[in-house]
């Protein structure tokens, strides 16, 4: 018989989705408090890396150990590969585009101890140079995030996909 094995982020996620009450039932997050502050800082953070074009900004953001899981994409793992992926991501969009504007709402926080997870959206905005129509990519996330020993929160996990098939190839 083979023995499971769980990690520390999976045992954290499962205890998140088991403290969850029905919802007929008071909510057990937290809406307002600082943590959740703090971590609606950390997402304007990554508008802000995409904004200026950089990856190490962005890959201050997660921890040494994070797990990127993009749409259509093999599994990022560690703070260097998150960082090497929107180098190339970010040279690519700025050398396309004439803008680009990226922009996260969170809908939802839940705090349990030294973890805590985040519901929400996003859009992408992308003009092409001499195109009055930009492309505008939406979608949906949820990130993982834990608590650091200096009390910051970072990203530990991210995964999100897009609400319409995203095109790709040379413009048409």
């Not at 890959?59 to 090497?84: N, S, Y």
């Not at 519901?119 to 990130?143: A, C, D, E, F, W």
Request: negative net charge.
């Amino acid at each position: 018989m083979r023995s499971l094995k769980v990690t520390p982020a999976q045992a954290a996620v499962s205890a998140l989705v088991m403290s969850v009450t029905p919802a007929s039932a008071q909510a057990p997050c937290d809406t307002a408090g600082p943590t959740v502050a703090e971590i609606r800082h950390v997402v304007s953070e990554i508008d802000r890396a995409f904004a200026t074009a950089d990856p190490a900004l962005l890959a201050g953001l997660v921890t040494e150990d994070a797990v990127w899981m993009a749409p259509e994409e093999p599994l990022i793992r560690g703070r260097a590969a998150v960082e090497e992926r929107y180098r190339g991501l970010f040279g690519e969009l700025h050398d396309r585009f004439s803008e680009v504007t990226h922009s996260m709402e969170v809908a939802e926080v839940c705090v349990c101890g030294e973890w805590a997870i985040s519901r929400g959206s996003y859009r992408l905005t992308l003009t092409l140079p001499n195109v009055p129509q930009p492309i505008v990519i939406t979608g949906k996330n949820v990130h993982t995030y834990r608590k650091q020993r200096d009390g910051s929160w970072l990203i530990a996990s991210d995964i999100w996909n897009t609400d319409a098939a995203v095109r790709r190839g040379p413009p048409q």
